[in-house]
């Protein structure tokens, strides 16, 4: 079963997992590379909610108890920043992932 190269038609070989070995095209997406964009939406969301304000997230509702729900709002700031900071380090990650695939192949 031979696969064909979405962007140049390149026949790829077997063994190709991520880049085009004619054009380094990225034919796969690393599963880091969406988590860590997953992980950067819920930053933007975290941000969100930041703005609107995390003590009207009902956490003091009783729902959560009432020194994790303080210590939520009281390190938001920090939450916010640690989810954009995991989801970049995960996006860069697979972006390194990617160049030393290609980096290969055109050593190859
Ligand atoms: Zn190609």
């Not at 880049?19 to 880091?32: E, I, K, M």
């Not at 997953?38 to 009902?58: C, I, R, S």
């Amino acid at each position: 079963m031979s696969f064909r190269c979405p962007e140049c038609y390149a026949e790829l070989p077997e063994d190709t997992l991520w880049v085009c070995p004619v054009c380094r095209y990225t034919l796969r997406t690393p599963g880091a590379a969406k988590v860590g964009v997953v992980f950067m939406v819920l930053g933007l969301v975290l941000l969100g909610a930041f703005v609107y304000g995390p003590d009207q997230l009902g956490l003091s509702n009783g729902f959560v108890p009432t020194d994790l729900a303080r210590m939520t709002i009281a390190n938001f700031p920090l939450l916010v920043f640690g989810a954009f900071a995991l989801g970049a380090l995960l996006v860069v990650a697979a972006a390194l992932k990617i160049r030393g695939e290609q980096a290969r192949v055109a050593s190859a």
